[in-house]
């Protein structure tokens, strides 16, 4: 009974390192998404996959960016990450078989930039 | 640009009161309103989601309302309990996102 499962669950980086933060999820969910959580802001979202092949950006994608290896797995990269990028970052996926569906989310993965 | 406002930030009550939490958005525009419940450390797990043409949903003691005209829903917890304690996110689904509220963080004193 996984659903969403995001890795690492921990990071900490110096500026300039790049990563890449991984989504995975086993409901056969056609969309996921990328979102970041910083204190007083609020949930933003970064990147979508409305379905497998496609990616569009959210409200805040600058400084990242993702693939969508397949329909399972959503990945985001920090190419040269940055203090203001520290964050809690979630994953999420929802079923498009109707738009009244609602979205699931992973754990987060707290991630800390030097 | 659509924007949820959720009213108290933070709200602390007695064991077994009843209480509501208040979300507004600014675009009527929308496919529903969903309340999320959020604990330390954790992800967001979905509560009730309130499609754009019903009025309400309940699930045991929780329920929520939406007046899309007015821009408004509310979460009414019933009998709240210490395992309520958590912080609960409104967010509102325009044409392929969700839009979040900052949230109410519920502290249920025992």
């Known amino acids: 009974n996984a659903g969403v499962t995001q890795t690492p669950k921990f990071q900490v980086l110096k500026t300039g390192q790049s990563m890449t933060l991984q989504c995975a999820q086993d409901m056969n969910h056609n969309s996921m998404y990328w979102y970041r959580q910083d204190p007083g802001m609020g949930l933003r979202l970064i990147y979508y996959s409305a379905s497998e092949g496609t990616t569009d950006k959210g409200e805040v994608p600058n400084g990242y960016n993702v693939s969508r290896l397949n329909k399972r797995e959503f990945s985001l990269r920090l190419e040269s990450a940055a203090p203001s990028q520290t964050s809690v970052y979630f994953c999420?996926?929802?079923?498009?078989?109707?738009?009244?569906?609602?979205?699931?989310f992973g754990d987060g993965t707290r991630l800390s930039i030097l | 640009k659509q924007e949820v406002t959720q009213i108290p930030a933070a709200l602390s009550v007695p064991e077994g009161e009843n209480l509501v939490l208040n979300c507004s958005f600014t675009d009527s525009a929308i496919y529903n309103l969903q309340w999320f419940r959020q604990d330390p450390g954790k992800g967001l797990t979905s509560l009730l989601l309130?499609?754009?043409?019903?009025r309400e949903q309940t699930s045991g003691r929780l329920n929520a309302s939406l007046d899309k005209s007015s821009g408004r829903s509310t979460l009414y917890i019933a009998a709240s309990q210490p395992g309520d304690s958590a912080t609960y996110l409104c967010a509102v689904k325009g044409y392929s996102t969700l839009t979040f509220g900052k949230g109410t963080m519920l502290l249920v004193s025992p």
């Open positions: 999420a996926s929802s079923d498009l078989s109707g738009v009244n569906q609602p979205q699931h």
């Open positions: 309130i499609q754009s043409s019903q």
